[in-house]
């Protein structure tokens, strides 16, 4: 399963993803943390059906990260 870093910019509500960890944020990006892009397509399915067009804050982008994660996490063990 190939791996990619996610990246967070909530003044311009926009996810991000690089090859390599940069952290600073020194283009407004914050590192999120490790995602699959299936996992990354799930994630913007969802982050939509719960805000639509409204803001989305950093605390409440990493909330719904953290629940996929473990969703997903759940599912890979299920099919082990």
């Not at 397509?41 to 950093?58: A, T, W």
């Not at 719904?64 to 299920?78: P, R």
């Amino acid at each position: 399963m190939k791996y990619i870093y996610l990246y967070y910019n909530e003044e311009l509500q926009k996810i991000g993803r690089r090859r390599d960890v940069i952290t600073g944020a020194k283009d407004g990006f914050e590192y999120i943390g490790t995602i699959t892009e299936v996992e990354r397509e799930l994630l913007i399915e969802i982050l939509f059906d719960v805000f639509g067009d409204e803001h989305i804050s950093l605390k409440n982008f990493l909330r719904i990260y953290g629940d996929l994660k473990t969703f997903c996490n759940k599912i890979k063990q299920i099919v082990e």
